[in-house]
């Protein structure tokens, strides 16, 4: 069975801070994707990011970057210079091969920027 | 616009009841999913469909039903089996197993009074 782990499950930082949400993960297969996604207070989720189990490239869109290691089994999600508009509960989540979004959530973390 | 919408928004229920919470969506998504999020956890899967007249069970499908008549709705029934119904419950849909983003509505809120 498939296990996401987000530590941290409450966040407070100051605007412009930079921040970063942890996401580990546990699955004995070898083909999977990791995903991030965004619940503002409206309650549905935004999709941020999916990465497959092939593609260590780090990324970065904007603000936001991941960082991708296997040999920790970690996806973590950084923000820079942060803003109110961040606040949120982020989640990271994991589905395998052809499980299409048969989703295995991590507990949330909830991010709270402060003007 | 194309999206996913759930009714209603907040749902009360009397113990043993039967209710329906409503899942529609038009982006032409063949897989459509039930998740469960209770306060201060994660989601967790209920059930599944990947087409038509097909659907499986999730992770806590224990009293709940679902249907899917229709590519464009996926209702769900929270059963009076159900012990815990009070929770928020999100429909989300996405491609058929091409693990690409799922669409997720806004959810419902149901709770027992």
């Known amino acids: 069975a498939q296990k996401v782990t987000q530590a941290q499950t409450e966040i407070s930082v100051v605007e412009k801070e930079d921040v970063t949400l942890d996401c580990v993960y546990e699955?004995?297969?070898?083909?999977?994707?990791l995903f991030w996604y965004k619940q503002p207070p409206s309650g549905e989720l935004v999709f941020l990011i999916r990465?497959?189990?092939?593609?260590?490239q780090n990324e970065i869109s904007g603000r936001y970057s991941w960082n991708f290691q296997k040999s920790t089994s970690s996806f973590n999600f950084t923000i820079t210079a942060s803003q109110v508009v961040d606040s949120a509960v982020y989640f990271c989540?994991?589905?395998?091969?052809?499980?299409?979004?048969?989703?295995?959530f991590g507990g949330g973390t909830r991010l709270m920027v402060k003007p | 616009d194309g999206g996913i919408t759930q009714s209603p928004k907040y749902l009360f229920r009397k113990e043993g009841q039967n209710v329906t919470l409503s899942c529609e969506q038009n982006l032409n998504h063949d897989a459509m999913y039930w998740y469960r999020q209770d306060p201060g956890q994660g989601l967790r899967l209920i059930y599944y469909?990947?087409?038509?007249?097909?659907?499986q069970k999730g992770d806590i499908a224990e009293g709940y039903s679902v249907s899917r008549e229709k590519k464009e709705s996926f209702p769900l029934t929270v059963t009076s089996a159900q012990k815990n119904p009070t929770a928020f419950y999100l429909c989300?849909?996405?491609?058929?197993?091409?693990?690409?983003?799922?669409?997720f509505g806004q959810g419902t809120r149901l709770t027992v009074v």
């Open positions: 699955t004995r297969d070898t083909t999977y994707y």
């Open positions: 990465r497959n189990s092939f593609d260590e």
């Open positions: 989540a994991l589905t395998l091969n052809n499980a299409g979004n048969m989703l295995t």
């Open positions: 469909s990947q087409i038509v007249n097909d659907f």
């Open positions: 989300a849909s996405s491609l058929r197993s091409l693990n690409t983003e799922a669409f």
